[in-house]
């Protein structure tokens, strides 16, 4: 089945610098790979994605970079604000399945 | 929130209890999922159904027991609770555009004593 890791599991960065989290995964059919944010106590939310036949793919300070033959793909966020801390989690997946990364919890440091 | 419910919000049992969480959608998705959230090891699959009385298993499916009856009913038995499945269980369903985006219900904080 799927693997995936992720790194960092912990990233501190001074507000209005970028972060950068990446992840890896084994299974070379995957073709799907979401990123989540979930703030203490709440449901993960997706907050963007991206498929096999996009190399990347930005929505306004978030962007995902994706590199098939390497099998691997990172999350950027830039100008990072307050508000960006929460813990961020990878997944890839296929039809039917995703299977997620352990985590990155990500604290801006005003 | 993609009409995602899930019934009890908390719940405390003692070892060797069954226990049933249930996860409702109002949007007639036909993939559901439930997963468990512990530290250190993200989300993790226990099952998944791709329509009324189709499930399948995931990676972490020892111990749970899973049924759809209905479209917008998703449950997860734990039949005899261990200290072990102590953890915060998410449904969650599969969008409609076409695509494999997953949205998550609000979560089911469970404690096993």
């Known amino acids: 089945g799927e693997n995936v890791e992720q790194h960092p599991s912990t990233l501190s960065v001074q507000e209005g610098d970028s972060a950068v989290i990446k992840c890896t995964y084994s299974d070379s059919a995957s073709n799907y790979f979401p990123w989540y944010k979930q703030e203490l106590g709440k449901r993960p939310q997706l907050i963007i994605d991206i498929r096999s036949n996009v190399g990347e793919k930005k929505d306004q300070r978030i962007a995902v970079t994706l590199n098939k033959t390497a099998k691997h793909f990172s999350l950027h966020i830039t100008e990072t604000q307050p508000e960006d801390s929460a813990v961020y989690f990878c997944a890839a997946g296929g039809n039917e399945k995703l299977t997620f990364g352990t985590g990155t919890r990500l604290t801006i440091i005003p | 929130d993609a009409g995602i419910t899930q019934s009890p919000r908390h719940k405390v049992t003692e070892t060797g209890t069954p226990v049933t969480l249930r996860c409702h959608q109002t949007e007639n998705h036909r993939y559901m999922y439930w997963y468990r959230q512990d530290p250190g090891h993200g989300l993790r699959l226990i099952h998944y159904s791709y329509g009324v009385k189709d499930t399948d298993k995931g990676e972490v499916s020892d111990g749970y027991s899973v049924s759809r009856s209905k479209t917008e009913d998703f449950l997860l038995t734990l039949e005899s609770a261990t200290s072990s499945q102590t953890s915060v269980y998410f449904c969650?369903?599969?969008?409609?555009?076409?695509?494999?985006?997953?949205?998550f219900g609000p979560g089911t904080r469970l404690t096993v004593l």
């Open positions: 969650a369903i599969r969008g409609t555009s076409g695509d494999n985006e997953q949205f």
